[in-house]
């Protein structure tokens, strides 16, 4: 069964610091998809990237990047010089292609507070 | 691209009663997704429609749970005889219906059981 584990409850960081939300997966699947979600105060869930599961090249978009690992199933977000504005909660998730219907599993999130 | 929206926003209600509620999904997408979240936790998967058939209903969607799609267009998701523990968050979420695409989600409907 897919599973997805952050293992970060919560996370508090100054602005401007650097942070890595940790996200590890598990699948049966050899072709899966994985997702990245922001969920600000306002409660609505924010696509933020995919990555399919024959891709491992890392990716960067602008403070934002992203390191999958196949080998430690593993799809770690970092945040570089954290504002203000990236308070909120993280959820990675997990999609096999070979599951009848799609469904999503959602990590538990991690809530991160960027304090000025 | 008007998004997915949801009705009402907030439900307040008292247990026992009976509560539906609304998602119109963006028009072109052929997936329909309902999920649930309570506090501290991550979206859980309800049940998945693809145009008007339900193809997957969660073992968490117990018999007082009900959810349609006529014409494969809007959803309504319905609890009869709410509990307190039914109070959540219900999100609504589509996708365009190909393999691996993202699933855009609705501010979701937020249920209090007193």
């Known amino acids: 069964a897919q599973k997805v584990t952050q293992a970060q409850t919560e996370i508090s960081v100054v602005e401007k610091e650097d942070v890595t939300l940790d996200c590890v997966y598990e699948t049966r699947d050899t072709t899966y998809y994985l997702f990245w979600y922001k969920q600000p105060p306002s409660g609505e869930l924010v696509f933020l990237i995919r990555r399919n599961s024959f891709d491992e090249q890392n990716e960067i978009s602008g403070r934002y990047s992203w390191n999958f690992q196949k080998s430690t199933s593993s799809f770690n977000f970092t945040i570089t010089a954290s504002q203000v504005v990236d308070s909120a909660v993280y959820f990675c998730?997990?999609?096999?292609?070979?599951?009848?219907?799609?469904?999503?599993?959602f990590g538990p999130g991690t809530r991160l507070s960027v304090l000025p | 691209d008007t998004g997915v929206s949801q009705d009402p926003r907030h439900k307040i209600t008292k247990r026992g009663q009976n509560v539906t509620f609304r998602c119109d999904p963006i028009?072109?997408?052929?997936?329909l997704y309902w999920y649930r979240q309570t506090l501290g936790q991550g979206p859980e998967f309800l049940t998945y429609f693809q145009n008007e058939a339900q193809l997957e209903k969660s073992r968490l969607l117990s018999d007082r749970f009900s959810a349609e799609r006529p014409k494969g267009s809007f959803s309504t998701l319905e609890i009869q005889r709410t509990e307190q523990g039914d109070s959540a968050m219900y999100l609504c979420?589509?996708?365009?219906?190909?393999?691996?695409?993202?699933?855009?989600f609705g501010s979701g409907t937020q249920l209090s059981v007193l």
């Open positions: 979420a589509s996708s365009p219906g190909r393999t691996g695409e993202k699933l855009f």
């Open positions: 998730a997990l999609s096999e292609a070979g599951n009848y219907g799609q469904n999503f599993v």
């Open positions: 028009s072109e997408h052929n997936r």
